[in-house]
């Protein structure tokens, strides 16, 4: 088992180097532009000059990047350029707000699509019609697309929730709900719509096994079997599935929090990469590759845990 | 070399095109997509305004006749932007398709194909990719490459070349070793001209199916990086609308309506256009894989009936316990019509008997035996006659008194040892569930008597294989498992289904003895069905032969085998003497007397 954890972390590791190592290259190559954007048209040559040399622009990739990767490793990003404090402090205030909405997301469409995909594997009939269209729905139409039509219907019309802000659930309980129930209301229908499907999907295939009708030869009833030995076996997929679906929240958030003007991580990317800071860049594809890695790892070893085979691996 | 089939499927493009037309939602996504698809081309004939033309005069103004969708700020007609907007939506996302489902085919086909260096390479480029938080490089990457959108669809289009590595590698890889690839190599066509003739023509619709998926993603991502302020702020495109509508969600919240509504129905239709055309292409190949094989219907209309062969048996002993009588059964078809599977076959087990129920595969054996469990898969029924069991009619038995009847009296064995044990539970776990439900018994009371058991039915060390995963003991291991969970409620009947034939030779001579040594020492009936008459000779009393659905004869066994009188019982008697196994060791006894 700690074998396992350990080469996992080994090749998380490697794919964090790999990842910022490209990602900082990409944005060196188009460095040369960067401090014209940044200091407007005015600045003089010698301005850029400056600038440059203060940020290492002027140094070589390899100089440039050691340098960044140096502080990186001890979870210090540096000063951004656009932003008064530290990137790694902006990045640990927006991290909790992002994680709020994803999580909870994540949770309601977990707990929702659990419900609905396992009654419609089971039950089969119109809800099983439906289940496959409301997953289609969810397939084609992208969240910010969802977001437009709750925040229409229930900011706009009628006025439930707020359309923009964000309140902390630590602040103004009340408050916190008004601002999150549509973001969250958007993440969650989309994903729900693709896990529930999936769910569905994976607890189908467990029914076909053998050893259905063979603990049922043993006098167990459909519903100990379906609910002690289906849904444990359909339960490895169906965790797959979350951790994809967790990985996919974190990119579809960006779009969320900028219309919702929610202060996140997606919304601090944005402004990072309109105002081409490469630190704040730098910072934010850092973090977002750590929790990628680890969430996919925690998966793996959940799956392991629930699967026996894996377990002693 | 009318065996070697090369797939139907990419040869029925035009039945395909049909089918996907008379389809009412794929008929609808075709139209749909086709609409924009035209409006995008022909935007200049077609938009009424020009869409960059301001109207000082009639700026927000409500949808009329003049402005179907009305007009913006600056007094620009919206319907005219969508129609033009639509162009660049559909390039953006055809030129992301394009450029990942070149890069992603061509690598998938090389990897696929070739193998060694190429498919070490397309693997990492491809996991690299998908480790990569998607819309977070786009961003990086449009700040760097600037703010063209073009450029950022290129982009996301190298990100999505995955999707089309990992389909057209996994599709290669497997298309490469059917026969019609060997043949075609034995007989002399290069590389090349496999790829692209026998290859290609696979791969082609799942390409097309794939291509609609990822158009769809492509829209999305450039519609959300428009959203995001990326891109020519004076390009006309939905993106900008959703922006420009999004502006006004307070005053004019119609203007985010319609961009809105456009992107919706355009992505839906993509996806729908997708997976109707990937259903229809299942079902094309589920069509021609059904019926190459004859039904038995047929072979029933063929033959006329003569009455089953029954062998007086003045011996027999024992209370009757089973008794199936014109037992017919049927599976429902899509026309509502019946499939009969088994029909007018009898057959009865008395207590303590051994009988065996033999015939070739797909004669309707174990179908008899899941009718017997109330078991049948799904779609199937009991359409005509009766089984009983001591007495209880099991046709029109209540699902919760059967489960009262099954574990507890009547019980079952498999024929596939490892499948039919849940992976995720230790077999001790396994084996002690059904005897605390149906018997009732305490946990240390089920434990000892499961692992009395597992002894019994000569496992070395009992103690660990009940503490063990299926995964952790051998294919007659758990075999040995399964005979001592089907007896582990003392039931009166078991149902054996082939308990062999999944095993290694030396290994079903043990089996069988087990189950001898069982049926001896517990007195409990046996329905053996089989497909091997050495077997049947090694363990049965009685033995019912079982051809085309239907019960052709039964007697006790000496008669069987001194006298066959049905052709196919002859046939089989006499295929026994090729068969190797335990059987034939076995076949002399009855023979000899």
């Given at each position: 088992m700690l074998k396992f954890i350990a080469r996992r972390l080994g090749t998380g590791a490697v794919l964090l180097f790999a990842v910022c190592t490209l990602a900082y290259f990409l944005l060196y190559l188009g460095s040369n532009t960067i401090a014209r954007s940044i200091l407007g048209?005015?600045?003089?040559k010698a301005d850029i000059a400056r600038f440059n040399h203060m940020h290492g622009l002027d140094k070589s990739f390899l100089e440039s990047y050691w340098g960044w990767f140096t502080h990186a490793v001890r979870f210090?990003?540096?000063?951004?350029?656009?932003?008064?404090?530290p990137v790694t402090e902006i990045v640990r205030m927006r991290l909790g707000t992002t994680l709020i909405l994803v999580t909870s997301s994540l949770t309601i469409a977990a707990i929702v699509s659990v419900i609905l995909g396992v009654t419609a594997a089971l039950r089969g009939g119109w809800i099983d019609r439906i289940v496959q269209f409301l997953g289609l729905l969810g397939f084609a139409i992208p969240n910010f697309l969802v977001a437009f039509a709750l925040v229409i219907v229930?900011?706009?019309?009628?006025?439930?929730?707020?359309?923009v802000g964000w309140t902390p659930p630590g602040t103004d309980f009340g408050e916190f709900v008004k601002s999150a129930a549509l973001p969250i209301g958007a993440l969650a229908f989309t994903s729900l719509a693709s896990i529930t499907q999936q769910i569905r999907g994976a607890v189908r295939d467990s029914l076909q096994n053998d050893y259905v009708r063979t603990l049922r030869t043993r006098g167990l009833s459909y519903n100990r079997v379906v609910f002690k030995h289906v849904l444990r076996n359909a339960a490895g997929p169906a965790l797959s599935i979350l951790g994809l679906q967790f990985v996919g929240m974190l990119g579809g958030i960006v779009i969320i929090e900028q219309i919702f003007a929610i202060p996140g991580l997606g919304s601090f990317g944005v402004l990072a990469t309109s105002q081409k800071d490469i630190p704040a860049v730098m910072g934010l594809v850092t973090v977002t590759a750590i929790i990628v890695i680890v969430v996919n790892l925690v998966i793996d070893l959940l799956s392991a845990a629930l699967n026996p085979k894996v377990r002693l691996a | 070399m009318s065996t070697i089939e090369t797939p139907r499927l990419a040869l029925r493009d035009r039945n395909l095109a049909l089918k996907l037309l008379t389809n009412p939602l794929g008929a609808f996504s075709t139209f749909m997509v086709t609409l924009f698809t035209f409006a995008a081309v022909f935007a200049n004939q077609l938009a009424?305004?020009?869409?960059?033309?301001?109207d000082y005069t009639l700026m927000?103004?409500?949808?009329?006749?003049?402005?179907l969708m009305g007009t913006d700020d600056l007094g620009r007609d919206i319907f005219s932007r969508m129609i033009f907007g639509a162009r660049f939506t559909l390039t953006g996302a055809l030129l992301a398709v394009s450029i990942a489902a070149v890069i992603g085919c061509t690598l998938g086909l090389l990897a696929g194909y070739f193998g060694g260096f190429l498919d070490t390479f397309g693997n990492w480029f491809s996991n690299i990719l998908q480790a990569l938080p998607g819309l977070i490089v786009l961003l990086a990457a449009a700040s760097v490459l600037g703010n063209g959108l073009y450029l950022a669809m290129g982009i996301f289009g190298v990100l999505l070349a995955p999707a089309f590595y990992r389909l057209v590698y996994v599709t290669v890889r497997a298309v490469r070793n059917e026969l019609y690839v060997d043949a075609a190599r034995v007989s002399g066509l290069g590389d090349f001209k496999i790829i692209t003739r026998h290859v290609l023509g696979v791969v082609r619709a799942p390409i097309i199916i794939q291509a609609g998926i990822i158009a769809s993603i492509a829209i999305a991502i450039q519609a959300g990086l428009q959203f995001l302020?990326?891109?020519?702020?004076?390009s006309i495109s939905w993106g900008a609308l959703l922006m420009d509508g999004y502006s006004k969600i307070w005053e004019q919240p119609i203007r985010l309506v319609w961009p809105a509504v456009g992107l919706a129905l355009l992505m839906v239709s993509l996806v729908l256009f997708a997976t109707i055309l990937r259903d229809e292409l299942e079902r094309v190949g589920a069509r021609v894989r059904k019926s190459t094989k004859k039904s038995l219907d047929e072979h029933v209309k063929e033959r006329e009936l003569a009455p089953a062969i029954v062998h007086p048996e003045p011996d027999r002993h024992g209370e009757e316990l089973v008794k199936i009588s014109k037992l017919e059964i049927g599976y429902l078809q899509v026309g509502g019509k019946y499939k009969v599977v088994v029909h007018d076959s009898n057959l009865s087990i008395n207590k303590g008997e051994v009988v065996g129920l033999v015939g070739?595969?797909?004669?309707g054996k174990t179908q008899t035996a899941l009718a017997l469990l109330g078991?049948?898969?799904?779609?199937?029924?009991?359409?005509?006659g009766s089984i009983t069991f001591d007495g209880i009619?099991?046709?029109?038995?209540a699902s919760k008194e059967y489960d009262k009847l099954r574990g507890a009296r009547i019980s079952y064995i498999p024929?596939?040892?490892?499948?039919?044990?849940?992976?995720?539970?230790?077999i001790g776990s396994q084996l002690v569930e059904p005897m605390r439900m149906v018997?009732?018994?305490?946990k240390e009371e089920a434990r000892a008597r499961a692992i009395d058991l597992l002894d019994k039915v000569g496992l070395p060390d009992p103690e660990k294989t009940y503490s063990?995963?299926?995964?952790?003991?051998?294919g007659g291991q758990a075999q040995r498992v399964l005979i001592a969970g089907a007896l582990s409620c003392d039931p009166d009947l078991i149902i054996a289904d082939e308990?062999?034939?999944?095993?290694d030779v030396t290994i079903q001579a043990e089996i069988l003895d087990v189950l001898r040594e069982m049926q001896k020492a517990t007195g409990v009936a046996i329905l053996l069905v089989t497909h091997n008459f050495g077997v049947v000779a090694d363990l049965c009393d009685r033995v019912a032969v079982m051809q085309y659905g239907r019960i052709v004869e039964s007697g006790a066994i000496i008669d069987i085998f001194d006298h066959p009188q049905h052709p196919y019982t002859q046939e089989l008697l006499g295929s026994i003497l090729d068969e190797n196994g335990p059987a034939r060791g076995a076949y002399v006894a009855p023979a000899g007397k």
């Open positions: 048209v005015q600045a003089t210090d990003f540096g000063s951004p350029w656009t932003f008064a404090q229930f900011a706009v019309q009628h006025k439930v929730f707020n359309a | 009424p305004y020009d869409p960059t033309k301001s927000r103004a409500t949808p009329s006749w003049q402005h302020g990326f891109g020519d702020v004076e070739e595969s797909g004669s078991l049948l898969p799904a779609g199937g029924t009991i359409l005509d009619e099991l046709k029109t038995l024929q596939e040892p490892m499948s039919n044990l849940d992976p995720s539970f230790t018997l009732g018994l305490g063990s995963y299926p995964h952790e003991v051998s308990p062999t034939t999944a095993l």
